[in-house]
Nanobody, 122 residues
């Protein structure tokens, strides 16, 4: 079992920044993909960024150049630095981990955090 706990969400004005954290505990694996998803009201849960504990990153086009996913292996923590935030970034952000065959699909991930709300005001 792997437990994921997100933190760092909040309310910020457009153009501002937030850093989300995802602390993992339990039977974490160096082969796991760790991803950030987000879900706005009435919309699908979409991938934002992902990384492996062993390296490599991916970003969805809408956040490329604004968001950075990083990890601290010693702390078993993955971060999502979000800069130049826009109102359309408003959503509940979730951390997920697992061995998905299709890393873009939320249903392929085994472990999930509880989510953290990010609200960007215009």
């Amino acid at each position: 079992q792997v437990q994921l706990v997100e933190s760092g969400g909040g309310l910020v004005q457009a153009g501002g920044s937030l850093r989300l954290s995802c602390a993992a505990s339990g039977r974490t694996s160096g082969t796991y993909i760790v991803a950030w998803f987000r879900q706005a009201p009435g919309k699908e849960r979409d991938i934002v960024a992902r990384t492996r504990w062993s390296g490599g990153t991916y970003y969805t086009d809408s956040v490329l150049g604004r968001f950075t996913i990083s990890r601290d292996n010693a702390k078993n923590t993955v971060y999502l630095q979000m800069n130049s935030l826009k109102p359309e970034d408003t959503a509940v952000y979730y951390c997920a981990a697992g061995l998905p065959r299709n890393p873009a699909m939320s249903r392929e991930y085994t472990y999930w955090g509880q989510g953290t709300q990010v609200t960007v005001s215009s």
